[in-house]
């Protein structure tokens, strides 16, 4: 029987995105970013006394969401891609595979 790769499973640009976003996110890994919102009763202040501080707050705030959001649908499209791997293996294997795709968060 012939072994199954990651190429077999996702083809060519399929392998490279699962290579390439587990190294994303073990470098997101080691170096967890951090959010920080302010309080909306702390935001009417800044946004009232002074405008451009207040703009400058609420913008560093969307892109931390929007950062917050886009990390977690790679990590999620990283992880439902490892679950696919594993269930390709299960298909054509007699017993369950414990390691095609290494996932370093997934204990």
């Not at 707050?57 to 977690?72: D, F, M, N």
């Amino acid at each position: 029987m012939d072994g199954i790769t990651l190429e077999k499973v996702f083809g060519s640009d399929g392998s490279q995105f699962m290579k390439l976003t587990g190294t994303l996110i073990e470098a997101i890994q080691k170096d967890r970013p951090t959010y920080t919102y302010m309080a909306p009763d702390e935001f009417n202040s800044p946004i009232v006394t002074d405008w451009k501080a207040g703009t400058k707050i609420y913008w560093e705030e969307l892109l931390g969401r929007t950062h917050l959001t886009a990390v977690a649908s790679i990590i999620r499209a990283y992880r439902w891609s490892c679950g696919r791997a594993v269930c390709a293996i299960e298909d054509v294997s007699d017993k369950p595979s414990q390691q095609l795709v290494k996932a370093p968060f997934i204990e």
